[in-house]
């Protein structure tokens, strides 16, 4: 194990999960930039209550319509799709006030921002992406790691006297 050297396992560490948030950072930008808003309607806004030892949890389901327009040469098309969720923001169980609001403002009928895939309108969100920066947090990382690589390059042992010696034998010439 002595012979392991542990900067170049620390700058290994920062490199790959440098990769990583580049990678997380890109797809995200990628899915950003494909989903399109377009104006849908709330069909039914439901929850389920969940029963866990530290209090009551809900699971809220929304049902919603939308409809995207295409062009396929010169004729448009309009085709409606339907879709539901469950949870919203990353957050599948939410407290009984979160249930309340979401009522509020999902329901039945209320006009809402639908963000669908412009490659596959099938598939589609209530929530936009955002930007983030993942991606430049990630290339930090990368460089950071580089830096510990650079700094394990051996170079070669020279003294101080040596040094000296030989800007002396530069001048000389």
């Known amino acids: 194990m002595s012979n392991i050297n542990f900067e170049?396992?620390?700058?290994?560490?920062?490199?790959?999960?440098?990769?990583?948030?580049?990678?997380?950072?890109?797809?995200?930008r990628y899915i950003s930039r494909n989903f399109i808003p377009?104006?849908?309607?709330?069909?039914s806004f439901d929850s389920v209550q969940q029963i866990y030892s530290n209090g009551k949890k809900y699971l809220p389901m929304i049902t919603?319509?939308?409809?995207?327009?295409t062009t396929k040469g010169s004729t448009e098309e309009r085709t409606t799709y339907e879709n539901n969720i469950f949870g919203l923001n990353n957050q599948i169980l939410v407290s009984k006030e979160v249930i309340?609001?979401?009522?509020?403002?999902?329901?039945?009928?209320?006009?809402?921002?639908?963000?669908y895939n412009k490659l596959?309108?099938?598939?589609s969100s209530l929530v936009r992406i955002k930007k983030k920066y993942t991606s430049t947090f990630g290339m930090v990382l990368i460089?950071?790691?580089?830096?510990?690589?650079?700094?394990?390059?051996?170079?070669?042992n020279i003294t101080s006297a040596e040094r000296g010696i030989r800007q002396m034998a530069f001048y000389v010439e």
């Open 64 to 69: 919603y319509k939308y409809t995207v327009e």
């Open 120 to 123: 596959n309108p099938v598939k």
């Open 38 to 43: 377009v104006i849908g309607e709330v069909i």
């Open 100 to 115: 309340d609001d979401l009522e509020k403002t999902y329901t039945v009928g209320a006009p809402i921002i639908v963000f």
């Open 8 to 28: 170049k396992i620390v700058s290994s560490l920062f490199f790959f999960v440098g990769l990583m948030f580049v990678y997380v950072g890109l797809k995200n």
């Open 143 to 156: 460089i950071i790691g580089m830096f510990g690589f650079i700094k394990n390059i051996p170079l070669p």
